[in-house]
């Protein structure tokens, strides 16, 4: 499976942004997906997950802000960020929960000026 993100972009604080991410193949047998970021200078952290039974578990830092949903037939998984904060500046990926070494992507960047 190879796992595509897109969406990201230069937003105001305060504004919103979606993210999807496109599967190549089937994500219906997978047990949990997520979005992972990485800030400059910091480790890549998971910041939401879903599993297939479509139970969802966030960061503290963006709980109540993002929600992670998946759509299986598109073999896509969304973020939508509400309530940006520049501390959201971060390189967004999708993976398995746990990742998969060999399914990150390339990634898209999120900016997010004060």
């Known amino acids: 499976v190879q796992l595509q993100a897109s969406g990201g972009g230069l937003v105001q604080a305060g504004g919103s942004l979606r993210l999807s991410c496109a599967a190549s193949g089937s994500i219906f047998s997978i047990t949990a997906m997520g979005w992972y970021r990485q800030a400059p200078g910091k480790q890549r952290e998971l910041v939401a997950a879903?599993?297939?039974?479509?139970?969802?578990n966030y960061a503290d830092s963006v709980q109540g802000r993002f929600t992670i949903s998946i759509h299986n037939a598109r073999n896509t998984v969304y973020l939508q960020m509400n309530s940006l904060k520049p501390e959201d500046t971060a390189v967004y990926y999708c993976?398995?929960?746990?990742?998969?070494?060999?399914?990150w992507g390339r990634g898209t960047l999120v900016t997010v000026s004060s």
């Open positions: 879903i599993t297939s039974g479509l139970i969802t």
């Open positions: 993976n398995r929960v746990p990742p998969r070494h060999d399914y």
